[in-house]
């Protein structure tokens, strides 16, 4: 466990990964052997969480989606133009390092997520994870996203709530 400070930034190269360790074999592989070609061919965006010693700490990945109008609450569709689906943001990997877990990382790593895709130019109506277990749902749960009605390891939050909570939280 460490309090240090970290750095939320785009992942470079010079970002030390090898001793990625975060208790998920495939997520730990996937930011040593696979992420830079996902990044190339614009499959993925990934964001880290550095310390000092340009270790990463954390990280998570974006890319684009769309969600099915059926696939969300019947409140929230009802809302929305009637189109098959809705542009969204799908956050498809989180993971925080062993030594880092449990200091409020993971949660600033998704708040970070979500803040990038309630400022990106390009409209999405929502952000959406599917995660990996239950206990991965109810870390998202326990943040505020919603689970969708099609599946209980599929989650989403309007990015109208999170543009709205951080003009409230800058207009304070
Ligand atoms: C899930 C994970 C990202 C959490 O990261 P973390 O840095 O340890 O979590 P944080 O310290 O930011 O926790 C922040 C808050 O979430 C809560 N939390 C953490 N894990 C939780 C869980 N499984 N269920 C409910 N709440 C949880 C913490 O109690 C804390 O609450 P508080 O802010 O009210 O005190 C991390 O455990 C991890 O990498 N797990 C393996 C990979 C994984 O499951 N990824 C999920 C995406 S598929």
Same mark, same amino acid.
Request: hydrophobic share 45%; proline share 4%.
């Given at each position: ?10 992942? &470079? ?16 592989r ?15 965006? $990934?964001f ?7 270790r990463?700490?954390?990280y ?22 009637? $189109? ?24 600033a ?20 994870v &599917?995660?990996?277990d239950?206990?991965?749902? &109810?870390f998202?749960g ?31």
């Amino acid at each position: 466990m460490s309090a240090q400070p970290f750095r939320l930034v785009r992942l &470079d190269a010079e970002h030390g990964r090898k001793r990625f360790h975060s208790g998920s074999t495939q997520l730990d592989r996937y930011l040593r052997e696979q992420v830079s070609q996902d990044i190339r061919r614009r499959v993925a965006a $990934c964001f880290v969480a550095v310390t000092n010693e340009q270790r990463v700490a954390g990280y998570y990945t974006l890319a684009s989606a769309s969600v099915e109008l059926s696939d969300l609450p019947e409140a929230t569709a009802k809302k929305l133009p009637r $189109c098959p689906s809705v542009p969204a943001v799908r956050m498809g990997r989180l993971a925080v390092d062993r030594d880092f877990k449990g200091v409020g990382l993971g949660g600033a790593l998704l708040a970070d997520a979500l803040r990038r895709s309630a400022q990106a130019e390009i409209a999405a109506h929502a952000l959406i994870v &599917d995660a990996k277990d239950e206990t991965a749902a &109810d870390f998202y749960g326990h943040h505020g996203l919603i689970v969708l009605p099609s599946s209980a390891l599929r989650l989403f939050l309007p990015l109208a709530t999170v543009a709205g909570l951080m003009s409230a939280g800058t207009s304070r």
